[in-house]
């Protein structure tokens, strides 16, 4: 059953249930997503779109993307998801790879678009167009951050997110009575795999801006009694910060929150377990490539929290050397990731080369699997930082750092050694905390030191005022190199 299927599926058994609830507390109930989601296959019938045709959607959160998103799905086309703060350059480059048929959202709001056609309801029969999904059928295009270069276009079939939403719910657990509160951006794919999550089991999703407006967004899970949310790290910092643990009022009805697309400290993942006591606290790693392919459950998996957990349900994880050899439990090698949930190929030709070893997709991140099978990330493998001949994991040494008083996050990369023994040496990018003037380069090295080996205390130490990290979390480390 393909995700749409699922809604219609939904939409029979209870078509007055609650579906969407914008951000300004209006409800489109499964019934009336249906009929609207059909009156967009007639606009974009109308528009010239065909199976296969690509179709442009700004990801704004309004109940408009979804109706257009799923539309497209259901004519067999292929929806393009694009930031709506791309900058030209960026949505210039896709535009200029994808060639699609329908641009929508940018030029004009989709909500005005989508209401030039109120009467054209019934125009179109919802039902027969779901019976003609092929699972094979390429349905979305999603471009990476391009953290290590140019975006690469992700190409996903109806079955890859079909089996990535089944994998997420069956770990997570989500089902028709959940409530969930979604400030997660629909550009990228944690957002959108959230919305899908949702949507599939018939449960309720809020769609709120962002998480800018704290004081909303608290609003939201005491109204709707929230059984769920999703956040990245950054997010949580900023929680914290401003609201410390006020978040803790809604933790008896929060049944469950989602974690993912940047490393999170330990000791936060210790303090949201305090705070949460009986909520599912579940972090993922995924790659748009291959959507939450391990998790891990702070509370059951406490003695690993250093991990990033085990292979996500139906999901296979393998260490491979950089000759393309399976590599046994605590060798470190290459992630890399197999099952139904991961892309079929990249857009460009080019960009497909030496992307898989056999039907394992090759992640780029550095790490290993120990002997009860959890999976530990040392870094990307370009990033990783070879200083004498050891190999330094960044995140390692951010992940110390950041430990320090009036460090609001770091950057740590690999640079030449000024005094050409060591091959590279450790330089550090810090961004402080206002009036964090206390901190100066050699208290971070002692720091350090006392923490880490030797050769993994940083040689430069740099404060800056911001640091390159995308809207998801990633940091751009090689932009510093």
């Known amino acids: 059953m393909m995700i749409v299927s699922s809604i219609l599926h939904y939409s029979r058994l209870f078509p007055e249930k609650p579906a969407l609830i914008t951000d300004v507390g209006t409800t489109i109930t499964y019934g009336q997503l249906v009929s609207n989601i059909g009156r967009a296959c007639f606009f974009l019938q109308s528009k010239g779109v065909l199976p296969g045709s690509n179709v442009l959607l700004s990801a704004t959160k309004e109940p408009e993307f979804v109706f257009f998103y799923l539309a497209t799905h259901l004519l067999k086309g292929r929806a393009v998801i694009v930031d709506p ?28 678009l989508y209401h030039q056609f109120e009467g054209a309801r019934d125009e179109v029969d919802v039902e027969a167009l779901a019976t003609g999904i092929n699972g094979e059928d390429i349905c979305d295009i999603l471009f990476t951050t391009g953290t290590t270069g140019a975006p690469k276009g992700v ?118 377990c305090k705070l949460f006591p009986d909520t599912r606290i579940c972090m993922h790693y995924g790659l748009t490539e291959a959507s939450r392919s391990s998790f891990i459950e702070f509370h059951r998996d406490c003695l690993h929290l250093d991990s990033i957990g085990l292979p996500s349900p139906n999901v296979q994880v393998k260490f491979f050397s950089g000759d393309g050899r399976m590599l046994p439990f605590g060798e470190e090698g290459e992630l890399c990731i197999a099952g139904k949930h991961v892309m079929r190929s990249y857009l460009l030709k080019d960009d497909n080369q030496n992307a898989f070893y056999g039907d394992y997709f090759r992640t780029g991140d550095w790490g290993m699997m120990d002997e009860n099978g959890f999976l530990y990330l040392l870094g990307r493998k370009k990033e990783l930082i070879n200083t004498g001949g050891k190999k330094v994991a960044p995140i390692e040494v951010e992940s110390c750092i950041n430990q320090m008083d009036g460090v609001l996050d770091c950057i740590c990369i690999g ?29 971070i090295k002692e720091h350090v030191r006392k923490e880490l080996e030797s050769y993994k205390v940083p040689f430069y130490v740099e404060f800056v005022e911001e640091l390159p990290i995308t809207k998801s979390g990633k940091k751009q480390r090689l932009l510093l190199q």
């Open 415 to 443: 640079i030449p050694d000024p005094n050409k023994i060591l091959g590279e040496v450790i330089k550090c990018f810090v961004k402080p905390e206002n009036g964090a003037s206390f901190l100066n380069a050699a208290s």
């Open 155 to 272: 190409l996903l079939t109806q079955n890859n997110i079909l089996n990535a939403t089944i994998n997420i719910n069956t770990f997570i657990g989500t089902d028709e009575d959940d409530l969930e509160v979604l400030a997660l951006p629909l550009c990228h794919s944690f957002g959108l795999g959230r919305l899908r999550c949702v949507l599939s089991m018939g449960a309720t999703l809020v769609l709120l801006g962002s998480f800018a407006n704290l004081k909303h967004f608290f609003e939201c899970l005491k109204t709707y009694k929230a059984t769920g949310f999703g956040m990245v790290p950054s997010v949580w910092n900023y929680i914290k910060r401003l609201s410390g643990d006020r978040i803790t009022q809604y933790a008896s009805h929060l049944r469950y929150i989602e974690i993912g697309s940047a490393p999170m400290d330990v000791e936060d993942k210790r303090y949201l």
């Open 85 to 112: 703060e791309s900058n030209k350059q960026r949505l210039d480059y896709i535009i200029n790879k994808v060639d699609p048929v329908l641009i929508l959202g940018f030029d004009k709001d989709l909500v005005s």
